[in-house]
């Protein structure tokens, strides 16, 4: 029959002698185990007199104590030296390039239409905003363009129903503007929105784009106030140098009537494809809002004036960007949209 001092000696013996961690739980479990060393030590306790049993338990139970500490000592040090031994063999190299998230950025016409709304609200316009799919009386009749009337034709566009239609121009959110706000003048909004007209597209039109319209209506409002105004916005959008010419036009909202060109991005003005070979670029129609437009809203022509814009966004991101077919702003060309992560 072992005694203590033999087990004891025995186990630390095979303990010395474990030099990894799985012979050290296989020995875990002789020892200590159910089975083990110490418990066929403890089987000793019934062949002992009454009064020697609790002595020679705490000796059992010391000793348990004992190994079970260099046990957990002898793992410790296992898992330390693997690790050591891992980081030493592993070696990272700092100067390889990280992997980078890839992250989304805003799309230019997101920009833009950003800083168009930024540019407005800071000279205290609100920003409006309305239906896609428009009434009629909205977008054509409140425009002064009755049914039937030969303009029509010009902006043709997707019907839903008779009464409904997707619409040609933001000119439908002034009209709706000049409805609700009739008795709460002025008014000076700014309207973004999503557009659509049934135009053949090619590198300057497409049959969805976006505008913004702005309108002001005050007493005393000229048509200087409205070159000023957009005189700010051309310097601010493309810089100081930036030249716009106002061209006379015909819009029935309007009277007068002007459009507004920026000199070609492309060619500076000497006149090339993009251009059409004229050197400008048309940017927006505008002009002082038609008394009759005014008159229709119920707003009292003959005390209050005011003028209204309509901006095309897309042309101006192919003005800024110097973007040749406004097609590549909706085909989701990741080349096109990752050069404007820097403009953010
Ligand atoms: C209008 O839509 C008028 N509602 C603008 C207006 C508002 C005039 C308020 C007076 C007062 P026009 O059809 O010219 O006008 O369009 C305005 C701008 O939208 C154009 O200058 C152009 O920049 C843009 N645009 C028009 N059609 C297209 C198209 N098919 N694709 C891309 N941009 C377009």
Redesign the pocket.
Known sequence: MSSIHDIKEESLQLLKDADNLEKLEKLRVEILGKKGLLADLMKQMRDLDKDERPVFGQKVNDLKQELEKIIREKISSFIESEMLKKLSEEKIDITLPGASLKHGNKHPLTLMSDAILELYTSMGYTVVKGPEIELDKYNFERANIPENHPARE??DTFFVDVERLLR????AI?TRVLESESNNLPIKVICPGKTY?R?DDDA????Q?I?I?GLLIDENIKMTDLKGTLEVMATHLFGDDQKIRLRPSY?Q??EP?V?VDLVCFNCKGEGCSVCKQTGWI??????MVHPKVLEMAGIDSLRYSGF?????V??AVMLKYGVKD?RSLYTNDVRLLDMFDRFD
């Open positions: 010009m902006q040609t121009h933001t000119t002034q007209r135009d300057t039109h497409s049959h784009f505008q319209e819009f909202f309007t009537s459009e048309e940017l927006l129609g505008a002009g209204a814009f309509g901006l095309g897309d042309r406004i």
